[in-house]
């Protein structure tokens, strides 16, 4: 599984937030920090990606829609009797 970055930007954007305003409620002193974590550019730590979380409304319980399933689905084989 990896952290779906996608997700994150639309939540951020669906609660009306900039990357500037998550920046400073995390008390970072500009944007880039969380720009690049959210772009992909820097890897997102499990802290962060929880402190941003709460920053967005949700809690540890609920982390699990920040994430994507990114292992190949394989054909089954039918079981036989």
Request: charged share 30%; no cysteine.
């Amino acid at each position: 599984m990896t952290v779906d970055l996608n997700r994150l930007k639309a939540e951020r954007i669906a609660k009306g937030y900039t990357q500037k305003d998550i920046a400073k409620l995390l008390g970072k002193e500009n944007r880039s920090w969380y720009a690049k974590r959210e772009n992909g550019i820097v890897s997102l730590g499990a802290n962060e990606l929880l402190e941003i979380a709460t920053v967005l409304g949700y809690d540890k319980n609920h982390m699990a829609i920040f994430f994507k399933d990114n292992v190949p689905v394989r054909a089954r084989k039918p079981v036989t009797e």
